[in-house]
Structure formats: C-alpha cells, structure tokens
C-alpha cells in the first residue's frame, strides 16, 4: 500500500506526537504526509490537500473538540483513524457513528501506525462498499416505485393491463435510448401537469 503518491494528513496540536506518527509512517514507505497543527478552519485545509487518509491524534480531548473532530469525519469521506490517551464508551460509539474507520485509545507506538493504517483504509473502504450497495438498493427501490407509478398511470388514460403498460414504458425507452426510469418520471410529471 505504501506508494509516494499515497497522501496522509496528521491532525495533532502537539508537534511532539506528531513527529512520532510522521517518522512511522516515513519508516512505513509513505513520503506524502503533512502536519496540520491547527484546528481552525481545519475542514477547508482537509480539502484543499485533499488526502487519501486522515489520522486525527489527539491527547485528552474535550466533547467540543471530539465532537468537531467527528464532524470532520462525517464530512470529509475518507479513512480516518483516531487516536485519543483515553475514552469512554459513548465516544467510541459517537465516532463510529460519525464514522471514523480506526478509534485507537492509547495506541500511539510507532511500529503499530502501519497495521493501524492498513486496517483504517480496509474497514472504511468496506463500509464504503456497504454504502454504496445500499445507496443503489435504494435507488432501483425509488425507480420501482416511479415506474410503477406510471404504470399505473398508463394504465388508467390508456386502459391498458399491468403488463402491456410495462411494455410500453420499456419500448419507449429503448426507442428514446433513455432509461425506463426516465420515461416513468416523465409521465408522472407531464400527468402532474395536465390534472
């Protein structure tokens, strides 16, 4: 996994700890890592370098601080690993929610910030994987339901059966080189119209 191109952000107000995560992931192969020590407008800078992985590293952090650090996860979309000296059960859970890939408490050893990254990129890209597999069930549920909309739209100005309705939506996509889909929103819209 470690190639030059690989770009690695740290997140850490102590330069200390931040030098140790720097020299591990150096030691690891990867040369693309930059040191963001401030939080302030930290979400903007995150994109502007926009990194393969993000490692957040934080001391004791405060819930103002977890929580904008959490938000940053949510929005950023990449793999992230957390590291915090302690915590507690309800931070864990928030930052799964918020879906952080990696939560290390009291994890900061240099010689665990590969397997840490390793399995920080593996987890999110299989929730990602999750994500996307959900997101496309959902779609083709929402054209289902478009579709038989139409339908049964098709069905009632044209007296037409479910099926010869069906045929007629799929010809006409074929004909159009459209997806059926589209032609079925454009039904209910131009029905929508004329009521």
């Known amino acids: 996994m470690a190639d030059s191109s690989f770009k690695i952000v740290i997140v850490d107000e102590n330069p200390i ?22 939080m302030h ?12 992985v993000v490692l957040i590293d934080l001391e004791n952090p405060s819930r103002d601080t977890l929580e904008q650090m959490f938000q940053v996860s949510r ?19 928030q930052s799964v929610e918020a879906g952080v890939s990696a939560y ?14 390793d399995l920080c990129v593996s987890r999110f890209n299989a929730f990602a994987k999750l994500q996307d ?4 069930t959902k779609s083709a549920l929402e054209e289902r339901k478009v579709i038989d909309r139409a339908k049964g739209i098709l069905m009632k ?3 037409l059966n ?14 159009e080189k459209k997806k059926i889909g589209e032609i079925a929103q454009s039904i209910i819209t131009a029905s929508e119209l004329l009521k």
Do not use: W
């Open 17 to 38: 700890r931040a030098a140790i995560l720097e020299e591990g992931l150096r030691d690891a192969g990867f040369s693309a890592v930059e040191h963001l020590r401030e």
């Open 41 to 52: 407008n930290l979400l903007a800078r995150i994109y502007a370098i926009d990194p393969d």
């Open 75 to 93: 929005a950023v979309r990449r793999p992230i690993a957390m590291f915090v000296d302690q915590s507690d059960a309800a931070s864990i859970q």
């Open 104 to 117: 290390i408490v009291d994890g900061l050893k240099r010689e665990r910030i590969k397997p840490i990254l």
């Open 133 to 136: 597999e959900l997101d496309r």
């Open 162 to 175: 479910e099926d010869e309705a069906y045929v007629l939506l799929r010809s006409t996509a074929m004909r």
């Open 157 to 159: 100005l044209k007296g």
